[in-house]
Every structure is written in C-alpha cells, then in structure tokens.
C-alpha cells in the first residue's frame, strides 16, 4: 500500500479538519449543523435508480466475484461457540469445497472473546501470518455500547492482544443523538488508540453508526464526518441487531461523505454495509452504488466489505446456476 | 346509465401473495368459442424460482404442523371452496363451455376429492408404516416422511378437478408445492389460489404458477431443491428430457405414464412425495 492508500492516523486528519481549536461539543456541533442537509427524496430516488440497473452474464458473473471478495463472514450470535467459529473460518477459506476456483472472503468476523479461536483456525490462512483473511472484532460492548469508558477501551486491547487485526466498534448512539458531539468524537479517538499495538502498526477500526436508530439521513450524514474526523479507517452502517440494518440510501449516503472527503482531503475512506443483505442482487446494487458514487477503486477489501452471513450461500448457489445451468438449493452449500 | 364492468386481473400466488410475473407479461384466456375472458399472468423461470424458495421456507412448518391439524387444515380448504362454488361453476361453464350440470358436477366433485384426502392426512402413515418384526430385543419402526419440495404440471384439461387431485395428495404427507396450473384454462386454479390464502394454510405450502409449461418445467424439474416432480399434466410435452433432468438433482418423478388416469383419486399419489424412514428403538426394561 502507498501512503495515499493508507488512511491517515487522527494526528494527520487534524491538519485537514474544517474546524478550529479543539473538538468540543461547541466546535462539532457548529461544523455539524452547517453541513447542507440531505435531500431524502432525491436520495431514495437516486438509490431506486442505482437498484435496478440490469447486471447480466459476464458482468454478472465478475460481480458475484468480487462480493465473495469484500465479504465480511460473521457470527455474531450469543450461542457461538468455539466449534462453530472454526466451521465459519474453514467455509471462510474454502467458500465451495466443490468449486476451488471460489475465492476467499476478506475477513471473519466474530465477538471479542472468539477471536483467539478464529486466529488459530484460520493458521496459515490469516492476514498476520501472511494469509489473506483476516479477523475481525466487535468490540466497545458491541451491539449497544452502553458501558464505560474504561470498558470499552480494555474490550478493545482485549480484541487486539488477541490477534485482531480489524476492530469493529459502536458508537455511544445515546450522547450523539443528546448533541453531546465532543464525547463521541473523544470515545473514537480513545478506541484508535487502544487499537495501535507495542510495534507501533495499527488494528483498523471500523465505526459502526447504527443507523437504525439515528433516525434520519441528516443525523447518518453528520455521524459519517465525525467518525472520519475522529479517526475511523471504515465507517459502518449498522450492528446488524438493530432494524432497519443496512439499506441502500443509508450507503449511498455515506459513500457520498467518503467522496466528499476524498475531494478535500486525498485520504481513502472505507464503508460497510452490513446486516439484512441476503440476496446477490442486493449485493449487486451495492457494487454499482459504490462504483458510481466513489469510483471503481473502491471496490476493494480494504475500501469496501459486506457484513453479512448468510449473503455468502446466496453468491455461492447463483455461481453454481452459472457453472450448471440449473437452479442450486441450500442442500448444495455447505453450513456453519 | 350502463355501469362498467371491472375486469379482474389474475396474478400468481407465491409464497401467500399475488404477485405479477416477474417478466411483467400476460396472455390472454379466451373461452371456447374464441372470446376474450381475461389476460392471466404468464410466469417466468425466476417466478419459479421464487415460488421455489417460498415453498422451500414453508416445507418446515407444514410438515412440523401434527398430522391432526394438517387434516384440519386442509379439511378448512374444502370448506372454503364450497363458498366459491358458485365463482367456479361459472369459471367452468366461461372457460370450457360446460353445461350448468357438468359444471357444478366437476366443482362437487372437486370438493369431495380435496375432503377424501384430507381425511388421509392422520390415516395413511398407519397404511404405509409400522413395525418391522426383528429378532433382537429392540423395536425396529418405519414411518414415511414428506419429501419436501413438489412441482407439479397439473392437468392441462381439466383445470379444477384435475389441480386439486394433484395438489392435495402432495400437501397430506407435508409436502409443499409449486403447482402450474393449465396453460389454456388458467382460471380457476387462481380462483382455487384465492380459496388458498383466505383459508387456513400457512403461506408458501401452495404456490401457483400460470403460464407456459413447456417454458416453466424444464427449470424446476432441473431445480436442484426440488425434491420431486409430478408430471401427471406434462403428457404433450417432451417429458423423458424432464424425467432426465430431474435425475440428475436426486429429484423423484411421477411419470405421466405411471398416472394414466389423472382425476382418479389415489392413496397411491400420497404414497409417491414420501419417503421411508426407518428407525430402531431399544425395548424399555420389565
């Protein structure tokens, strides 16, 4: 990666923030407030848009390529046990143990306390071993939040020491939406921290917005420029617990703060839709909103991922269609 | 002043809802003597699809569902068609020029066929199963299960009879169906789909497709969740290429040879969408 590909740690984004002083609940909300407010027709028309374009055979067949590419394998269940983590790595690794020529998933995502299990299942396989998968973790009291300071960050180093190399954190959706803007943008900065290991190299951090519960396309917008601000590599549409999960407007909004930001400031930015996207051809519409929104560029793993578990059984049975011309069913893929 | 009529659209039933064809096309239904009826929904190969995985989401359901309340279940449907006799007496007289007595006749008898298995669906398993005699000391036992996932071409010429003596044998066991009705008398299976989703059956279990059977089939018989296919409808059509298909996914197949006679009532049509499944039990200790 070349320095413009790597995004730039908090220190850097302050040369290039469009604020003064520090980042207090005054200075945040001033910036946030003035940004120009969403067009939600126009949003949800343009997103309708973007939905039906027609993606056919060849074209097609590269799509379902590139979604095994960005997703994000996930188990995020209270039932999940160490068993069922090393079967989500091995269908991570070998998507069609009946097609090789299925690639890899970009990462496993699993809670806190699975990621030493995941780390030593995936072997050889893992990012930090020179692998191409990597793990990923939820942490800062992952799904709501509602925990301490101290919590929060110990969870996260927790994840870290582990093996993470990709740290999925919560924003606390309660001070955002009371305007306290400083204590938000304070926990991200903390959560980097935290994620920066003794070699001086950095887990990414990811920062879920849970749209879901921020109401509207003006609080998503504002959400995306603080998490940016604040340091986040990725930011994220949603925990996956919460309804509605990802949509395509929420996407293509934050796409288009991911571009804006891009345009002032040359630093790459990454999104993540995740949750409620089963189908490929909802995966589709999201490979063309990305591609129309910031570039082809950013259809790649470390600028795009897909949350998802079940979206990945999905691409698979349509790959089979293509290979035999018939119809698959969930009998022909294997389970986790 | 004259009123005008309101010409009803006819869609397909998948997965408890009327959708349009995907494709968005519709062909029209004439009646014998060349007279424009309705326009039905012609389905497409992804209508199947859909109707596929919306009986594939129903087979758990229904064939959880006791055998008792499945009977109940599909006992309700009777009762429920019997309030549209009158719907489908004139579909029958419009659609194929019937008398007012063969119309009525066929709905009668249409009725006491979707009652006669009703009837089965807490009976047959007794026929079918039971106790295999070992000499060891354990009780060894075979029950039949439901296939799962059923697509059937009805028969092309009798469209109420014949959808319903295709339908219920498949659905007493805990099967769930994707049915395409007859392409030239497409009527009163969506009138039947409407008895459907304003009776007792969970959504899905029944599905209903109109539509070309020639383009339709071959995409389900070769459907790899499929788990059988009736072609009892499919005699005009190239049905060895269909059988061939079904093969190759593990799909059972009721050949239109094997169900010569096609409104003739049948245990033996429950029996075909069932599988054997025999277990052994340790005997308790006396």
Redesign the interface.
């Known amino acids: 990666m070349t320095d413009t590909d790597t995004p730039a740690a908090p220190a850097d984004r302050a040369l290039v923030r469009p604020f003064d002083g520090p980042a207090t609940d005054a200075a945040l909300r001033r910036f946030l407030h003035g940004l120009p407010g969403v067009d939600a027709v126009g949003l949800e028309q343009r997103a309708a848009t973007l939905g039906t374009r027609s993606i056919k055979t060849a074209s097609k067949a590269a799509a379902l390529d590139t979604i095994v590419s960005l997703i994000d394998l996930t188990t995020l269940e209270g039932s999940d046990t160490p068993g069922r983590v090393r079967s989500l790595v091995s269908k991570a690794i070998s998507p069609d143990p009946g097609d090789p020529s299925v690639g890899r998933v970009a990462a496993v995502c699993v809670y806190n306390d699975m990621v030493g299990h995941a780390v030593s299942a995936l072997g050889r396989h893992h990012a930090a071993a020179g692998g191409d998968i990597a793990v990923a973790a939820v942490s800062t009291a992952f799904p709501s939040g509602r925990a301490s300071l101290a919590v929060k960050l110990q969870d996260t180093s927790d994840a870290v020491a582990a093996g993470a190399d990709e740290i999925d954190m919560v924003i606390d959706r309660g001070a955002f939406l009371s305007g306290r803007f400083g204590q938000v943008y304070d926990e991200i900065v903390a959560v980097e921290q935290a994620c920066r290991r003794p070699d001086g190299s950095h887990a990414h951090l990811k920062v879920i917005l849970e749209t879901g519960e921020l109401s509207t396309y003006d609080n998503v917008r504002r959400a995306s420029w603080l998490a940016i601000l604040a340091g986040g590599d990725f930011i994220k549409t949603s925990t996956g617990k919460v309804a509605p999960a990802a949509t395509l407007p929420v996407t293509l909004l934050m796409l288009e703060v991911v571009r804006d930001w891009h345009l002032a400031t040359g630093q790459r930015i990454g999104v993540k839709p995740a949750g409620g996207i089963r189908t490929s051809k909802d995966a589709i519409s999201y490979l063309v909103a990305v591609a129309e929104t910031v570039g082809e560029e950013w259809l790649s793993p470390h600028l795009f991922r897909f949350g998802a578990s079940s979206l990945l059984d999905d691409v698979l049975m349509q790959k089979q269609k293509i290979a035999t011309g018939r119809y698959s069913g969930p009998d022909y893929v294997s389970v986790v | 002043m004259t009123r005008l009529a309101v010409a009803k659209t006819y869609k397909l039933y998948i997965g408890g809802a009327f959708p349009r064809s995907e494709s968005g096309r519709t062909y029209a239904v004439a009646d014998p003597a060349g007279v424009f009826l309705a326009n039905a929904a012609q389905a497409s190969r992804k209508d199947a699809?859909n109707a596929?995985v919306a009986a594939?989401g129903a087979v758990g359901g229904w064939s959880g569902a006791t055998a008792y309340n499945r009977g109940q279940v599909l006992y309700r449907i009777a009762e429920m068609m019997e309030g549209r006799r009158a719907q489908f007496v004139d579909e029958l007289r419009s659609g194929l020029g019937l008398s007012e007595r063969d119309a009525v006749a066929d709905v009668d008898a249409s009725i006491d066929r979707w009652v006669w298995y009703a009837g089965w669906a807490d009976k047959y398993a007794q026929l079918v199963g039971g106790a295999n005699p070992v000499s060891g000391p354990y009780f060894n036992l075979s029950v039949p299960v439901p296939s799962g996932v059923i697509a059937i071409v009805a028969p092309q010429d009798s469209p109420l009879l014949g959808l319903v003596n295709v339908v219920a044998p498949a659905l007493v066991a805990g099967n769930t169906v994707v049915v395409i009705a007859s392409e030239r008398f497409p009527l009163p299976a969506m009138t039947f789909a409407e008895v459907l989703a304003t009776s007792d059956v969970p959504k899905g279990v029944v599905n209903v497709l109109t539509g070309s059977p020639a383009e339709i089939a071959p995409?389900l018989a070769?459907?790899?969740?499929?788990d059988g296919l009736d072609l009892t409808g499919a005699g005009s059509l190239d049905w060895v290429d269909l059988e061939i298909?079904a093969a190759?996914?593990l799909t059972r197949v009721l050949r239109p040879s094997q169900a010569e006679d096609a409104v003739a009532q049948s245990l033996e049509r429950v029996i075909a969408w069932t599988e054997i499944k025999t277990v052994w039990h340790t005997q308790s200790l006396r």
């Open positions: 699809r596929v594939r995409w070769s459907h790899a969740d499929v298909a190759d996914t």
